[in-house]
């Protein structure tokens, strides 16, 4: 019999790689996408099936986790064996300034679609992921964090995931459904968000190097996180529904690593040395040696990384290191590309698009421009 899987948040990072994969395994792919008035299907055009084929396996259900009615009915369309609740108002610093939106969407979008599966009488049959996130420990307690890590969220988005994280284990324990958390640590591919650091940076400084921006603006380029890439941890929210009894488990690298180091890498991949200078609002980093033709635009002495406080957040997240012992004891799962790889890897694809908009530029046409800085 072929599975059926519902996800939301399939137009993200994790859902167009989670997407993939199921395909691959023999899923049916259900995927929930908001309407927007600009096309928002980007990352997953290229496994759309036209709807009119015979047994086509990915269908797209126009939904929203704010809206109960419609998220109940296609519950009852697709009657999943798995659902992957990935969606959410994903982004750290935006949940400060939206946060009655983040808690409707992270928190309450998770109740009521492990309501919708209990008010179906799909309890016993639908297995329940829920993207939990490394920012539940905000503060860290202990260090590695683990599974039994006391959680302390630092913004309203890590504390409308805490309500997720406690609402998926207590329809566990309540109703007996299989349904669990992966606490994720941060995870990043050439899909990533353009506003999350990893991708501002690999972009921006390819922007930079063929001209196309001035300067890079950071935050607090001290935080240090536990990277990950996107593919090697969406192999595991499947394998997570795969077990005879449903668990919470960490999933993260074990290696940490500060924004500033990323930077550099980055900087590395496009044959620059770069060189921090200054304290705290004052630091810049400047190009010191060029290898190379990835970065015609630039020349030694110039600055490009500055840092700008409205990047800062109220409240930080200064360091997060996972352990991921108990996945890798229980799953056999261990990651497969690194930081540096997945770093490189996002680069080479930032310069690609930065190569082909400097082109356009050169002969006198529109590139895009984002207004977005994140
Ligand atoms: P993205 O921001 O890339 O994707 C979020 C998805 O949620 C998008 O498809 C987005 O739609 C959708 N979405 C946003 N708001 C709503 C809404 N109101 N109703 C329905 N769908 C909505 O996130 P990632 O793929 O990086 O992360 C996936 C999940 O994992 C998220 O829940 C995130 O919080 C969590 N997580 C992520 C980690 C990471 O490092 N990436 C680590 C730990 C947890 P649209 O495309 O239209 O914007
Ligand atoms: P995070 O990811 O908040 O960890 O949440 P992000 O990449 O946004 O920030 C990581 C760290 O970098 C610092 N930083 C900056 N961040 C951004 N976005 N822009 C900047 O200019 C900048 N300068 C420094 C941040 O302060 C932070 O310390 C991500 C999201 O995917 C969540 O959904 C997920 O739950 C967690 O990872 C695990």
Known sequence: M?????????????????????????????GIKRRASLFNTQRVDHIYEDPHVDHARFRLHYGDLSDTSNLT???????PDEVYNLGAQSHVAVSFEAP????????????????????????????????STSE??????????????????????????????WITVNYREAYGMYACNGILFNHESPRRGETFVTRKITRGLANIAQGLEPCLYMGNI????DWGHAKDYVRMQWMMLQQDVAEDFVIATGVQYSVREFITWAAEELGLTLEFSGQGVDEIATVTAIEGDRAPALKVGDVV???????????????LLGDPSKAKQKLGWTPEITARQM?????????RTARRHALLKAHGMDVPVSTEKG
């Open 136 to 165: 539940l420990y905000g503060l860290v307690q202990e260090i590695p964090q683990r599974e039994t890590t006391p959680f302390h969220p630092r913004s309203p988005y890590a504390v409308a995931k805490l309500y997720s994280y």
């Open 73 to 79: 009915r296609i519950m009852r369309e697709v009657e």
């Open 343 to 351: 770093c490189a890897e996002m680069v080479a694809e930032d310069l």
């Open 2 to 30: 072929t599975k059926r899987a519902l996800i939301t948040g399939i137009t993200g990072q994790d859902g167009s790689y989670l997407a993939e994969f199921l395909l691959e395994k023999g899923y049916e792919v259900h």
């Open 100 to 131: 009655e939106y983040t808690a409707d969407v992270d928190a309450i979008g998770t109740l009521r679609l492990l309501e919708a599966i209990r008010f179906l009488g799909l309890e016993k049959k639908t297995r329940f992921y829920q993207a």
């Open 305 to 319: 990384m500055r840092i700008d406080p409205r990047y800062f957040r109220p409240a930080e997240v200064e360091t």
């Open 222 to 225: 001290d935080a240090l996180r």
